[in-house]
């Protein structure tokens, strides 16, 4: 007898890129680059990773000078250091990039392609919602150096065909290109093994969001679902476990494929109004994404519970809370938070809550808002999710 399936009728854009994920994995790049047919990378990461010993080994791998590195990535990337890494790509011939750390390395790597293909003319690419609601986001046509992605921690930008970089004043320009997502992405869980617990709780608050969102947001497909509901668990079980204290590299391994799953769900899904209000409040305020993601979510979650029960009580069940509810779903999020030592409130994290009336203005224009499940139409709704995390 047949059985009977129903789905709804969607698209899905499958994101290109080779995937190699295991313990000791980064030592697969000078292969990974000949499969490429690259000669001439440039190793794109942070003033402190660039004089680290892992990235000096990975330099001893691929006999590279130190013309091979640009330690330009700074939090929030800065379109300067994207203009920069195009001019040292450039003069140096670069054929590929390797971007090596967290978000900010993976997103400047992206800046810096785009800047090489389009000779520094970024800003004809920002990816805006214009006043009508709907979404701008040119495209740029030139071919692009092709990006190797090492990530230290789970930001998902080394999956995504999204990035954003801060301008002079602080604010975070998004831009979305497929052609500027990693091809080839290095899960390395003896690097993320090394970070420090708040650096990657952070990072992890992050990625659960990621899977949160593209759950319930209104690009959700049941191809995200399926790798969103797999990052949730991966996520909670090995987060949790690191925040009690296991260093594992079964722990280590289950948080790399955790954080990949979330950053693939997010491609079609995308994120929402959570995202929308971290990126435009974290450089205000001058922290990291991470820490304002676990600030924020469960405060979005609580906004969006109208709207979107059965997704976030899916979250609690994923979570393994033996109350699958919505509200437990909420309360694990923030005592995986705590357990981490990460802080509650956003005035723990020394944030003005002066900012938020012009911050809520921002907010209400980014893309994301209109991904949300909940509506929402006015500032003063943000200004108020904004006080009630402080
Ligand atoms: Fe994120």
Same mark, same amino acid.
């Given at each position: 007898?047949? /059985?009977? $399936?129903?789905?709804?009728?969607?698209?899905? *854009? *499958?994101?290109?890129?080779?995937? @190699?994920?295991?313990?000791?994995?980064? *030592?697969? !790049?000078? %292969?990974?680059?000949?499969? $490429?047919?690259?000669?001439?990378?440039?190793?794109?990461?942070?003033?402190?990773?660039?004089?680290?010993? +892992? @990235?000096?080994?990975?330099?001893?791998?691929?006999?590279?000078?130190?013309? &091979? /590195?640009?330690?330009?990535?700074? #939090?929030?990337?800065?379109?300067?250091?994207?203009? +920069?890494?195009?001019?040292? %790509?450039? #003069?140096?011939?670069?054929?590929?990039? /390797? %971007?090596? &750390?967290?978000?900010? %390395?993976?997103?400047?790597?992206?800046? /810096?392609? $785009?800047?090489?293909?389009e000779e520094g003319r970024l800003l004809d690419f920002v990816l805006e919602r214009t006043p009508d609601g709907s979404i701008s986001s040119p495209t740029s046509k030139r071919p692009k150096l092709p990006i190797i992605a090492l990530p230290t921690t789970v930001s998902g930008a080394e999956v995504t065909p999204g990035f954003s970089l801060t301008d002079e004043g602080g604010g975070k320009i998004l831009f979305r290109d497929a052609t500027l997502a990693a091809a080839v992405l290095i899960y390395d869980p003896e690097l993320m093994h090394g970070v420090p617990l708040a650096i990657m709780a952070a990072s992890g608050m992050n990625a659960l969001a990621h899977g949160c969102e593209a759950l319930y947001s209104r690009h959700s497909n049941p191809v995200s679902g399926i790798y969103a509901r797999e990052s949730l668990s991966c996520l909670y079980r090995s987060l949790y476990a690191i925040a009690t204290g296991a260093r594992g590299r079964g722990v280590y391994s289950e948080l790399a494929l955790g954080g990949y799953c979330a950053g693939v769900a997010i491609v079609n899904a995308r994120t929402a109004l959570h995202h929308a209000i971290c990126h435009k409040l974290a450089p205000a305020a001058g922290l990291s994404h991470g820490i304002v993601n676990a600030i924020m979510l469960p405060r979005v979650l609580e906004f969006n519970l109208a709207v979107a029960r059965a997704e976030i009580t899916t979250v609690a069940r994923l979570l393994g809370q033996p109350q699958a509810?919505?509200? &437990?779903?909420?309360?694990?999020?923030? +005592?995986?938070?705590? !357990?981490?030592?990460?802080?509650?409130?956003?005035?723990?994290a020394g944030v003005s809550s002066a900012i938020f009336p012009g911050l809520a203005q921002q907010i209400l224009r980014e893309p994301g808002v209109a991904f949300n499940p909940r509506a929402v139409g006015s500032a003063p709704e943000i200004e108020a999710i904004l006080n009630a995390a402080w």
């Open positions: 007898m047949a /059985i009977a $399936l129903s789905a709804p009728n969607f698209v899905y *854009n *499958n994101p290109a890129h080779r995937l @190699v994920l295991g313990w000791g994995a980064r *030592n697969s !790049l000078k %292969a990974e680059l000949a499969l $490429l047919g690259a000669k001439r990378p440039l190793v794109v990461c942070s003033p402190r990773a660039a004089v680290s010993p +892992e @990235v000096r080994a990975l330099c001893d791998l691929l006999a590279l000078d130190a013309d &091979g /590195i640009y330690g330009g990535a700074m #939090m929030h990337a800065p379109v300067a250091s994207a203009l +920069e890494g195009g001019r040292r %790509a450039t #003069m140096r011939g670069a054929d590929s990039l /390797i %971007a090596f &750390g967290g978000g900010s %390395a993976s997103d400047l790597a992206k800046g /810096i392609a $785009l800047a090489c293909a509810t919505a509200e &437990g779903a909420i309360a694990a999020v923030r +005592e995986l938070s705590a !357990l981490a030592g990460l802080p509650a409130r956003l005035k723990d």
